[in-house]
């Protein structure tokens, strides 16, 4: 989507404060989104926000803003409009239309669900990353085409004639469907052979990696594996499930590294990447990582959890494990300070105190990085699957 062979393209980004999303909410949303526009390839130049309770079915934001937006993209020759949430087909048509000055102008109107699609897209490196990124990005075209078919049809008014506008709806229909139905049947294909695989794998436990996106996943299962899984300060570095075999002391079990989880994840992204996911609903241990460096990681643990009832996974047994604690910063708030303690006066002990009598599942706190905990950690994770595996096969003890 990002034309690379130019310059670096420019954008702006736009979010609306309400009572779903307050300032402080919206500031942090809208860095997720600079970092996925980062991630993609552009750069942020300016954020818009307003105060509304619902978008401008029209516009999104109301006119006044809009004609901010539009004078700031004129001055700086901005290249991309980023919208935080899904657009309408409608109001991504009157956005296009509205937010240039003159025809020549090229500015692109993108919302968060594209701008995810493009980067799994740009991501997806395997045949069956790219069939169900491809996929969900179909899914997302079509009911945006049927919707415009819906529209002229209503201008038309019961005149029986069809203009070549909507013949050409028709047409793009037809092959969007089309390539659906070919693409979910390659899907049948691929699932089956995963499927096959994921059998033969014996009898071994079976632990998945679960989190937000960039929490340090793919850090954690190189570290665990002495693998070389691919990890970086990205968004969505991770698209195709990697499985490898792993011993701790004596005891092998098999670990893999999955697709990270984000907040409004496209529902046929989710949808489309079911099997890939069928990792995750059929381990017996999930290790939740989260990222505790991160303002916004309750959130983020609450994504996830969303995230793993919508797929059917929620009721596993989970370690949580709490990474980047080197990176843990907070506000220590003076003796004299009253005013209200918030998350941020917290410390890492006060943490850990609160989240540990919180859950009455295991929770650690490490760095992957700079290997702090990690020997607790293993040891946790040990004795959970050694717990499993005799529950599963009493009479099997050579393994440990
Ligand atoms: N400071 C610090 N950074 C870490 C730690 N663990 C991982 N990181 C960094 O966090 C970034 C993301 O790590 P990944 O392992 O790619 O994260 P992931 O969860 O696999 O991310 P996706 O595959 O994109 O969902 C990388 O830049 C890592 O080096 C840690 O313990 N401390
Ligand atoms: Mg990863």
Request: proline share 2%; hydrophobic share 40%; aromatic share 8%.
């Amino acid at each position: 989507m990002f034309d690379t062979s130019k310059k670096q393209e420019t954008a702006v980004l736009v979010g609306l404060i309400n009572k779903n999303q307050d300032e402080e909410k919206i500031a942090e949303y809208l860095d997720e989104l600079d970092f996925l526009a980062d991630t993609a390839g552009a750069k942020i130049l300016k954020r818009f926000t307003q105060r509304l309770e619902h978008p401008d079915s029209r516009t999104f934001v109301g006119s006044g803003k809009l004609n901010d937006i539009r004078n700031f993209v004129k001055e700086n020759l901005v290249d991309i409009v980023i919208f935080d949430d899904e657009l309408s087909p409608a109001q991504q048509r009157n956005l296009e239309k509205e937010i240039k000055t003159d025809k020549d102008q090229k500015v692109k109107v993108l919302d968060r669900t594209t701008l995810i699609l493009d980067i799994f897209a740009a991501r997806a490196r395997t045949a069956h990353a790219k069939t169900q990124v491809e996929l969900a990005q179909y899914q997302y075209l079509l009911p945006r085409l049927a919707k415009m078919w819906s529209h002229h049809d209503r201008i038309k008014g019961g005149i029986g004639m069809k203009g070549a506008g909507e013949k050409e709806i028709e047409t793009d229909r037809r092959i969007v469907r089309d390539r659906i139905a070919l693409l979910k049947e390659r899907l049948v294909t691929i699932d089956k052979q995963m499927e096959t695989q994921r059998k033969s794998r014996g009898e071994l436990i079976r632990v998945a990696l679960v989190g937000y996106t960039n929490v340090g996943k793919s850090t954690i299962m190189n570290m665990l594996s002495k693998s070389d899984v691919f990890a970086e300060n990205k968004l969505f570095a991770t698209l195709d499930t990697t499985v490898r075999k792993v011993v701790i002391e004596n005891l092998p079990f098999l670990l893999s590294d999955t697709v990270g989880f984000i907040r409004k994840l496209p529902t046929t992204l989710v949808e489309s990447f079911k099997s890939t996911l069928d990792e995750v609903r059929e381990a017996d241990i999930l290790i939740h990582v989260v990222d505790i460096s991160h303002t916004g990681f309750e959130d983020q643990i609450n994504v996830v959890n969303q995230t793993l009832a919508d797929i059917g996974a929620s009721d596993k047994e989970t370690i949580l494990v709490f990474n980047k604690i080197d990176a843990f910063t907070f506000e220590q708030k003076e003796e004299d300070d009253l005013t209200p303690i918030t998350k941020r006066n917290l410390s890492l002990e006060q943490l850990k105190k609160s989240w540990m009598s919180k859950l009455n599942s295991p929770c650690i706190f490490i760095s992957a990085t700079n290997k702090q905990n990690v020997d607790e950690f293993k040891q946790t994770l040990y004795n959970n699957i050694k717990e499993l595996h005799q529950k599963r096969y009493p009479y099997n003890k050579f393994l440990y």
